[in-house]
């Protein structure tokens, strides 16, 4: 079992930044993908941002540039850095980690509003 607790979350007006932090229960060098997923009111979950345990780092379209993954194996945390965010970034962010099996966080909220 991985416990995974997300923080950084709340509002911020278009063209800001936030920072999204992920802790998980367990040594984050053991595990093979960690990520980020998002999911807007009546859409699916998609994911934003993926890092293996290689420090291999994968983004969709439509935050490659301006979201940036990484990782603190000594705090066992992930982050996901957020710039120039855009209204259609609004949406409940999840944390994801995967070893033989997917593990999510409890979801928090980023809302981009003027």
């Known amino acids: 079992q991985v416990q995974l607790v997300e923080s950084g979350g709340g509002s911020v007006q278009p063209g800001g930044s936030l920072r999204l932090s992920c802790k998980a229960s367990?040594?984050?060098?053991?595990?093979?993908?960690m990520g980020w997923h998002r999911q807007a009111p009546g859409k699916q979950r998609d994911s934003v941002a993926t890092?293996?345990?290689?420090?291999?780092?994968i983004y969709p379209n439509s935050v490659q540039g301006r979201f940036t993954i990484s990782r603190d194996i000594a705090k066992n945390t992930i982050y996901l850095q957020m710039n120039d965010l855009k209204f259609e970034d609004t949406a409940v962010y999840y944390c994801?980690?995967?070893?033989?099996?997917?593990?999510w966080g409890q979801g928090i909220q980023v809302t981009v509003s003027a």
């Open positions: 994801m980690a995967w070893i033989s099996e997917t593990y």
């Open positions: 367990t040594n984050i060098s053991s595990i093979t993908w």
């Open positions: 890092v293996s345990n290689h420090d291999v780092k």
